[in-house]
Each structure stands twice: as C-alpha cells, then as structure tokens.
C-alpha cells in the first residue's frame, strides 16, 4: 500500500501534556486513527471541518478546540476516523490544503481524552496565538500581547 501504511513522522507534533512514556506515546501513534489539526480559522465550523475531513473516508466525531474561558473555537480541532487506513489517507491528501481560506496542519494524535479541548494559553486560546504579533483576520486580529499593547496606548475614554 506504499509507504504512508506504516511509516509514521516521530519527528512531528507530540503533546507536551501526555501522560505516560515516550514509547507508549509512540506505539498509540502507531495505530491510531486520530488527528490534531491546527491552524484553523476562528470562524471555521464543524460542519466545513467534516465536508473537507469526511473525503478522506468515515469521520467518528470531531472534537472543536475551544478557548478555555469564553469557549468559542480557537483554531484547532480533533478529528478521529473509524480506521486507521482512512486516517492515512487523510494525512496523506489533506494536510497543508487550505479549508476556509487557511493552510491547515494535521498531525497523528495518540487519542482524544476529555479536557484536550480546551486551549493551553494563558489566556485560554493557543499559545501560538498569544505570541503572534502579526495581524491575523482568521485568527482574531494580533496576537493578544499586542492587543494589549495597543489598548494600552488608547486614551481609556476612546475604549
């Protein structure tokens, strides 16, 4: 079936908060049908996410990112297939496509639990997001440290 059946990138993503060892990681990458998908628009709903997703083959449940504190999206999602072989071919001919108008990233995941959907920020959001000081529509506008830098120059009657 080529090379995509059983080669996996180590080398990618792997969740910082996961509980257990390294090789165990490994070995549930190795047979999971599961996605991370960042770089997501704000404004991307479920429904786009499966139109795109569910081409690749039969989408279990998608799991929306959320910003942990005002839960509204927060540009990622998680995305599981019945088989581990539509997951392959998700990876192989979905990830760096644009969905509304956005080049989205897929990475293997070792399996959703509940809690990952919420953002890692500080601020509730992505970390990314909080750091980023370019401007960014389908993200938000600027990064939240330069959103505060900018409402803080604003005359506090203007705001």
């Given amino acids: ?54 081409k690749c083959g039969d989408v279990k449940r998608i799991i929306m990112g959320l910003d942990k504190y005002k839960k509204t999206p927060c540009g990622f999602c998680f995305i599981e297939y019945y088989t581990r072989a539509d997951a392959e071919n998700c990876l192989r001919y979905i990830n760096g496509t644009r969905l509304d108008d956005r080049i989205v990233r897929t990475d293997w995941d070792a399996g959703f639990i ?16 909080e750091y980023r000081t370019d401007y960014d529509a389908g993200r938000g506008g600027y990064g939240k440290l330069i959103q505060q830098k900018i409402g803080s120059e604003v005359p506090s009657f203007l705001r």
Avoid: C, P, W
């Fill in 1 to 54: 079936m080529g090379k995509f059946s059983t080669s996996l990138d180590l080398s990618s993503y792997r969740d910082q908060h996961f509980k257990g060892t390294r090789a165990e990681q490994d070995k549930l990458l190795r047979v999971s049908s599961t996605f991370y998908v960042g770089n997501l628009s704000f404004y991307t709903t479920e429904e786009q996410i499966y139109e795109l997703f569910s």
């Fill in 114 to 129: 509940e809690g990952r959907q919420y953002g890692r920020g500080k601020t509730g959001g992505q970390v990314r997001d």
